[in-house]
């Protein structure tokens, strides 16, 4: 198994930064929020690296906009003042952004683009979220849009836009329609990557900035491996 890197606040990805936010490219090993594990979360990562580099005394003020699965990387925002907090949560839960992913299965989907409608349904016992085709009791509706981008040898290479944000929704919605992705044990893939991830990154996000209103496309490079590095 080779080692998960994890990002600190010397190898930190920084993709966008200025006083009211900071935009980070996820590692695989990285949790956003604190969890049960106790790992250090890239929350307290990049605290670290705004109190040094900008040398403030005291307590760092670092917002968690929203989050992205630990086995997941790319694109993640977070907030350095309370007025952009406050915008980005409201922008987040509005769905005034637009974001798009990129995804490798296995399998090939059974159309070349498509609109996938679930009902996700979310077991906390195993923290997996199950797609039906119809509503069931207490199911949330999930909707996406995918594209094959690129054919490799073995598998292909999707891009998803989202247009809801349920839990697991990109794992659970393309396991559904049989294409698992590369490495997901949890939604059907037959074994795991090597330093434990998934490859399902967070490749792009559109949105305007929370104070100063300009319009932001930022692009998350993609992970350094064979299959990703074919793309």
Not at 50 to 62: A, Q, R, S
Request: positive net charge; contains cysteine; proline residues 5%.
């Amino acid at each position: 198994m080779s080692e998960k890197i994890v990002s600190t606040k010397d190898n930190l990805q920084i993709l966008h930064e200025d006083n009211h936010i900071i935009v980070v490219n996820k590692r695989v090993g990285d949790i956003v929020q604190g969890d049960k594990t106790g790992d250090k979360p890239l929350s307290d990562v990049v605290k670290e690296y705004i109190k040094e580099k900008y040398n403030k005394p005291g307590e760092v003020f670092l917002g968690v906009v929203h989050r992205l699965d630990r086995p997941t990387t790319g694109i993640v925002v977070f907030a350095r003042t309370s007025k952009a907090l406050a915008r980005l949560n409201e922008m987040f839960s509005k769905r005034e952004t637009q974001k798009t992913y990129w995804a490798v299965v296995k399998n090939q989907p059974p159309k070349t683009e498509d609109l996938l409608v679930h009902f996700l349904k979310r077991n906390p016992k195993n923290n997996t979220s199950k797609a039906h085709t119809k509503e069931v009791p207490e199911s949330k509706k999930a909707s996406l849009d995918y594209k094959i981008i690129k054919k490799l040898d073995n598998y292909y290479a999707l891009e998803i836009n989202l247009h809801t944000g349920r839990h697991h929704q990109i794992r659970s919605q393309l396991s559904a329609i049989g294409c698992p992705i590369k490495g997901d044990l949890k939604y059907g893939f037959d074994r795991s990557n090597p330093d434990g991830g998934i490859h399902l990154h967070a490749r792009k996000l559109i949105f305007t900035h929370p104070v100063s209103k300009e319009h932001l496309e930022i692009t998350a490079p993609l992970p350094n491996d064979s299959i990703w590095n074919s793309i």
